[in-house]
């Protein structure tokens, strides 16, 4: 087997580590509103979101793409696998030491740091026109739209139920809430499963295993899906607590407003736009959203704050990790 052969299998593995990482990472993603409200048990919700991440992963190409051509261009052979490679352990070192703290920083944006950090440490071509169409704009606008999208409709809730009955009301929306969790969890799928797929066709071009602009490999797709959902499946209990507990105390209604604009923005931006948002930032900011509803004193802003600290550092400090990585690869690879 040859070096290239070795490096290119090593980027496989390594890519199938962090789309697990990003799958117990970011579990909290899909389930945290429908296991605080009593929605769902935590094993129930674990297990339909680990299918969910699956079948997700499966319906569609266009966020892989964007990620597999359109962040660095590593060029071919020894030195463009290393580029990917050490990408890939920046994003990884980011998402552990972000998962150990709590916090819910976003494993896409770690991906695209530490793709762009190696790649200036290289001196490849980084996209970075595409990088602030497809990454930085959304990156500010989606948290913004799932804030203000879960205000509205949850004021549009509190108005339709006003003179409902409490119990009656929760009891139905927590039946509710198994379906938006349903769909948040597909929507996880479909955009961070993708980015694993292109980081990896983005090795096996540079590998010269395929063609660049073809399509992404059947198995390349399955083994992406089966990765983060095995990730989903283990958990990732630290982050569920902040973002179900510590933002805001949340009860059925909130949690399905919360899901229901969280998913729908998810959809929107991978079958419309191609753009790899963060599902992180789309929760927890819609989860925001339907708690100032009750009253913004309700938001604990001080986790929101730390959060949002979390969300801007992701890139640089991926960046600066994969960077490093690659300085010491590049000596023995």
């Known amino acids: 087997m040859s070096t290239l052969t070795v490096l290119v299998v090593l980027v496989v593995v390594v890519a199938l580590a962090f789309d697990y990482t990003n799958g117990f990472h970011d579990a909290a993603n899909a389930i945290a509103t429908s296991v605080s409200t009593r929605a769902l048990t935590p094993r129930v919700a674990l297990g339909m979101a680990a299918v969910l991440n699956l079948v997700g992963a499966l319906l569609g190409q266009e966020v892989a793409k964007t990620i597999g051509s359109g962040i660095v261009d590593p060029g071919g052979g020894r030195r463009g696998l290393v580029v990917v490679l050490a990408g890939l352990v920046g994003a990884i070192a980011w998402n552990l030491a972000t998962w150990v703290l709590g916090l819910p920083s976003s494993s896409s944006h770690a991906l695209i740091g530490g793709l762009a950090g190696a790649g200036i440490a290289a001196s490849v071509t980084v996209h970075w026109s595409v990088i602030l169409d497809k990454v930085v704009v959304p990156m500010v606008l989606s948290p913004l739209v799932g804030f203000t999208v879960a205000y509205l409709l949850m004021v549009a809730i509190l108005w339709a139920f006003r003179g409902a009955n409490p119990h009656r009301v929760s009891r139905g929306f927590r039946h509710g809430q198994r379906l938006s969790a349903a769909a948040m969890a597909m929507g996880h799928g479909l ?7 292109g980081v ?9 295993f395929a063609d660049a602009g073809g399509d992404i490999p059947l198995w390349v797709t399955l ?8 990730g989903t499946w283990s958990g990732g209990w630290r982050i569920m607590r902040t973002l179900g507990r ?7 209604p909130r949690g399905l407003a919360a899901e229901t604009t969280a998913a729908s923005v998810l959809y929107v931006t991978a079958f419309v736009f191609a753009a790899p948002i963060s599902t992180t930032h789309t929760i927890s900011s819609s989860i925001m959203g339907v708690g100032a509803t009750r009253r913004l004193s309700a938001v604990r802003w001080g986790v929101a704050r730390s959060m949002v600290v979390a969300w801007v550092l992701t ?3 991926a960046a600066l990790a994969a960077a490093a990585v690659y300085g010491v690869l590049s000596l023995i690879a």
């Open 315 to 317: 890139i640089p400090m």
């Open 223 to 230: 083994a992406a899906a089966t990765a983060i959902a095995l």
């Open 200 to 208: 990896i066709t983005l090795a096996l071009v540079a590998g010269g």
């Open 191 to 197: 955009q961070d499963a993708q980015k694993t797929m």
């Open 246 to 252: 510590r933002v805001i105390e949340l009860d059925p």
